[in-house]
Every structure is written in structure tokens, then in C-alpha cells.
């Protein structure tokens, strides 16, 4: 997909003395009123420097957790503006509200390579309702638009839908476009290619299971999601985290991937206790006991799981191997991480969890790409249009 980059806009349209508004993705997770992880906000800074050295009056805008419609200081963005101001070495103005006076003033205010943050769109219930006159308001700050938050490219929200189209200049920031062409790489993959999915829920797989299953080689499945697809096949599972509702999709998707010689790995053994605080029950089975839960996939089945990545081209990781939060069941999460780390395949792994196993093991820089964006980037890789990428197309 082509999108107009930031250096062309800058180049072709220039942006000294306009302001252009930025949505970037600046959802931080907060702990008791501190940041309590700053990737989204570094994330951010090549586009916000790119802008403001060429000049440009920036109106920067994001949402910040769910306050559902209204004004909450704890998803206040006031603490992330501090954090922008010291990386950006320049003040970055807080504009109280991200519509009506306290924006307008803001942005008046701005000279060149200035920047204002706007507070939390989700303030607002226009912002996740699109609503048309919401999305005016938040036109009428800028002369050109820019979005940057792949995050929520999958919601057609205000910020991300509603206003691009009063925009005769738009543009992709770098991080949004760095996203796309490597998820582009996803799309049409060097083969053999290899998925490794995980985490709580089938139900929140699905979609790109049954996308991926024609164009993958490979499905690894770990996680609590594995249980199900095991009940479907009639293997005990204990106590596991199971959707009973989801059998007859786990079925289905044996029966696709059998059809497409795709070939679909389930964990053969299992950490399992009996309970998710009970670690000090953990042992290594091969069938779970009834009186148990699997919290991890087992030894033989990551190093599977991992050896397989080594003799992958194309690898795509989003989700957990287990319960990894906890210590006693993160040994599948690190073995997999570390096997996809080893591979020379592109690899690109996304999802929160994912990446703070990533982050954890300290092999961020040994993964082909990172994706900032969990489900944006799940929906991306199985073809679909996505609302904030589809906006800035012209
Ligand atoms: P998701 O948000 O669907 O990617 O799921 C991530 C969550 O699933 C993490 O908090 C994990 O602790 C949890 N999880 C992964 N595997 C298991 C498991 N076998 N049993 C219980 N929870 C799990």
C-alpha cells in the first residue's frame, strides 16, 4: 500500500509556519500517576522531530486508556507532556482540553517548531462515536494531518477516520508507515513461513487463525487458546482455561489447516499446578491431570516451537506461551522468544505480551520488527482495511 511519507509531504507540500495536527499513539500504561512504560512516547519522537525541525506548528493529539466519555485525571496526558518535553529538549504546551478554547488558544499560541499535546481525545465520546461534529472541531486546529498512531489504525475513530477527510494534505508518520511495510512483508511471505500464536482466548485469534492458515506453513499455538483447540481433539485438559463455545472453530481449523499442508503444532506437554498461584505445585506433564491447569507449554514442546522458528524465512509472533507473568510458567514464553530471536527469518512480533517477554529477555534489537500495535497489526497481516491507514489514502 502507498501512502504519502512524511519527508514527501515535507518536501512536496513544506510544513513551516502550518500547523499539523499529529495523532499519535501516546497510550501509555500509567501507575499511580507515573508512565509506567515509555515505548509509545519514544515511538513517537522521529515523526514529532522530523516535523518540528521543518518547522511546523505542531498540534499533537492521542487518546490515553478508556475513560469512556469523560473527563478523569487519571487518564489525564498532562504527565506524558513532561515526558515528550525533556526527550524533545523543548517545552511541549498542554492544552487542557483537546477541543474549543483550550485547544484553540494552544495552537494560536504556537509559533514555529512549537509543539502543543492536546489532553485525552477519550474525554470526549465523540472520539470513539466518530462524531462528525467532535471531528470538526479537532479539524478546524490544523492545515494539515498526520496520523502516527498504527495502535488504533484499526478504529474508525474521530482522530484516526472522521476528520482526515476535510484534509487536502495527509500524511503517514514514520512510525505508521514503518508498520505498514513490514507487515507488507507478511502479506506476501518468504516461505517457509511460520506463525506463532498465544494467549488467553481463541475468540480473539480466530480471524487471523483463518487468514493465516492458507498463506503459513507452520501454526504454532500455545497459550491458554491451545486447551481449546486440545478439548476439541478429545485430549484431557484439567482445569485449563478452556472456550467450550469455540470447539466446533478449533475442529474447523484442523480440518483448514489439513486441507492447506499447513502444519499445526500444539504443545505435546505442559506446566501445569493447580492453581495460577499455586507455582509451588508446577510440574512437567505429558497429560494433564484433572486436579491441574496448564499455565505454560512444556520444555519439549517450546523447543518445538523454537526449532522450528530457526528454519523459518517468514515469522509473525503475537501472544504469551503461558501465564508468563508469573516465573514458574514463562519458561515457553523465553524459549520461543529466544528461537525466533535466533532465526535469521524476518521476524515481527506484536501484542503487549509478546513484547514485554521480548523486552524482558533483552532481544528487542535481534527481532526484525517490533509492532506497536496488537490488533492493528493482527488485522493488518489478515488483509483487512483498516480505517486509519484507508483514511489517508487519496
Ligand atoms: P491475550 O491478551 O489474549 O494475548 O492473553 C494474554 C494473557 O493470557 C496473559 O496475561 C497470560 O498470562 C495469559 N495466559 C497465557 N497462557 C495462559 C494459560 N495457560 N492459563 C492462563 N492464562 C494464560
Same mark, same amino acid.
Given at each position: 500500500m502507498t501512502l504519502r511519507g512524511l519527508d514527501n509531504l515535507i518536501q512536496?507540500?513544506? +510544513?513551516?509556519?502550518k500547523r499539523v495536527f499529529v495523532r499519535a499513539d501516546l497510550n501509555v500504561p500509567m501507575r499511580d500517576g507515573a508512565i509506567a512504560d515509555t515505548t509509545r512516547i519514544e515511538a513517537s519522537l522521529p515523526t514529532l522531530r522530523k516535523l518540528l525541525s521543518a518547522g511546523a506548528r505542531v498540534v499533537l493529539s492521542s487518546h490515553l486508556g478508556r475513560p469512556k466519555g469523560k473527563r478523569d485525571p487519571a487518564f489525564s496526558l498532562q504527565p506524558v507532556s513532561e515526558a515528550l518535553a525533556s526527550r524533545l529538549g523543548r517545552p511541549v504546551h498542554f492544552a487542557?482540553?483537546? +477541543? @474549543?478554547a483550550p485547544a484553540e488558544t494552544a495552537v494560536a499560541n504556537l509559533g514555529d517548531g512549537d509543539i502543543a499535546l492536546l489532553e485525552n481525545?477519550?474525554?470526549? !465520546?465523540g472520539e470513539t462515536k466518530n462524531d462528525p461534529e467532535f471531528a470538526q472541531g479537532l479539524a478546524a486546529l490544523a492545515d494539515v494531518y498526520v496520523n502516527d498512531a498504527f495502535g488504533t489504525a484499526h478504529r474508525a475513530h474521530a482522530s484516526t477516520a472522521? *476528520? +482526515?477527510?476535510?484534509?487536502?494534505n495527509v500524511a503517514a508518520g514514520d512510525l505508521l508507515q514503518s508498520e505498514t511495510v513490514n507487515l507488507d512483508r507478511l502479506l506476501t511471505p518468504e516461505r517457509p513461513f511460520m506463525c506463532l500464536l498465544g494467549g488467553a482466548k481463541v475468540s480473539d485469534k480466530l480471524g487471523v487463525l483463518e487468514a493465516l492458515i492458507e498463506r503459513a506453513d507452520v501454526i504454532g499455538i500455545g497459550g491458554a487458546m491451545a486447551y481449546t483447540f486440545l478439548a476439541a481433539a478429545g485430549q484431557p485438559i484439567g482445569k485449563s482455561l478452556v472456550e467450550t463455545d469455540r470447539f466446533d472453530d478449533a475442529r474447523d481449523i484442523y480440518e483448514r489447516a489439513a486441507v492447506n499442508n499447513c502444519d499445526l503444532l500444539l504443545p505435546t506437554d505442559h506446566i501445569v499446578? =493447580? @492453581?495460577?498461584?499455586?507455582? !509451588? =505445585?508446577a510440574q512437567i506433564v505429558t497429560e494433564i491431570p484433572d486436579d491441574t491447569a496448564g499455565f505454560d507449554i512444556g520444555p519439549v514442546s517450546a523447543s518445538q516451537f523454537a526449532e522450528r522458528a530457526c528454519g523459518s524465512k517468514t515469522i509473525l509472533w503475537n501472544g504469551p *506461551?503461558? *501465564?508468563?507473568?508469573?516465573p514458574a510458567f514463562a519458561s515457553g514464553t523465553a524459549t520461543v522468544a529466544l528461537g525466533v530471536a535466533e532465526s535469521s527469518a524476518l521476524s515481527v512480533v506484536g501484542g503487549g505480551d509478546s513484547l514485554a517477554a521480548v523486552n524482558q529477555l533483552g532481544i528487542? !534489537?535481534?527481532? @526484525?520488527h517490533l509492532s506497536t500495535g496488537g490488533g492493528a497489526s493482527l488485522e493488518y497481516v489478515q488483509g483487512l482495511t483498516l480505517p486509519g491507514i484507508a483514511a489517508l489514502e487519496r
Amino acid at each position: 500500500m502507498t501512502l504519502r511519507g512524511l519527508d514527501n509531504l515535507i518536501q512536496e507540500v513544506g +510544513v513551516r509556519g502550518k500547523r499539523v495536527f499529529v495523532r499519535a499513539d501516546l497510550n501509555v500504561p500509567m501507575r499511580d500517576g507515573a508512565i509506567a512504560d515509555t515505548t509509545r512516547i519514544e515511538a513517537s519522537l522521529p515523526t514529532l522531530r522530523k516535523l518540528l525541525s521543518a518547522g511546523a506548528r505542531v498540534v499533537l493529539s492521542s487518546h490515553l486508556g478508556r475513560p469512556k466519555g469523560k473527563r478523569d485525571p487519571a487518564f489525564s496526558l498532562q504527565p506524558v507532556s513532561e515526558a515528550l518535553a525533556s526527550r524533545l529538549g523543548r517545552p511541549v504546551h498542554f492544552a487542557e482540553d483537546c +477541543v @474549543g478554547a483550550p485547544a484553540e488558544t494552544a495552537v494560536a499560541n504556537l509559533g514555529d517548531g512549537d509543539i502543543a499535546l492536546l489532553e485525552n481525545l477519550r474525554f470526549h !465520546d465523540g472520539e470513539t462515536k466518530n462524531d462528525p461534529e467532535f471531528a470538526q472541531g479537532l479539524a478546524a486546529l490544523a492545515d494539515v494531518y498526520v496520523n502516527d498512531a498504527f495502535g488504533t489504525a484499526h478504529r474508525a475513530h474521530a482522530s484516526t477516520a472522521g *476528520m +482526515v477527510a476535510s484534509f487536502e494534505n495527509v500524511a503517514a508518520g514514520d512510525l505508521l508507515q514503518s508498520e505498514t511495510v513490514n507487515l507488507d512483508r507478511l502479506l506476501t511471505p518468504e516461505r517457509p513461513f511460520m506463525c506463532l500464536l498465544g494467549g488467553a482466548k481463541v475468540s480473539d485469534k480466530l480471524g487471523v487463525l483463518e487468514a493465516l492458515i492458507e498463506r503459513a506453513d507452520v501454526i504454532g499455538i500455545g497459550g491458554a487458546m491451545a486447551y481449546t483447540f486440545l478439548a476439541a481433539a478429545g485430549q484431557p485438559i484439567g482445569k485449563s482455561l478452556v472456550e467450550t463455545d469455540r470447539f466446533d472453530d478449533a475442529r474447523d481449523i484442523y480440518e483448514r489447516a489439513a486441507v492447506n499442508n499447513c502444519d499445526l503444532l500444539l504443545p505435546t506437554d505442559h506446566i501445569v499446578a =493447580t @492453581g495460577p498461584d499455586q507455582a !509451588d =505445585t508446577a510440574q512437567i506433564v505429558t497429560e494433564i491431570p484433572d486436579d491441574t491447569a496448564g499455565f505454560d507449554i512444556g520444555p519439549v514442546s517450546a523447543s518445538q516451537f523454537a526449532e522450528r522458528a530457526c528454519g523459518s524465512k517468514t515469522i509473525l509472533w503475537n501472544g504469551p *506461551m503461558g *501465564m508468563f507473568e508469573e516465573p514458574a510458567f514463562a519458561s515457553g514464553t523465553a524459549t520461543v522468544a529466544l528461537g525466533v530471536a535466533e532465526s535469521s527469518a524476518l521476524s515481527v512480533v506484536g501484542g503487549g505480551d509478546s513484547l514485554a517477554a521480548v523486552n524482558q529477555l533483552g532481544i528487542g !534489537d535481534r527481532i @526484525g520488527h517490533l509492532s506497536t500495535g496488537g490488533g492493528a497489526s493482527l488485522e493488518y497481516v489478515q488483509g483487512l482495511t483498516l480505517p486509519g491507514i484507508a483514511a489517508l489514502e487519496r
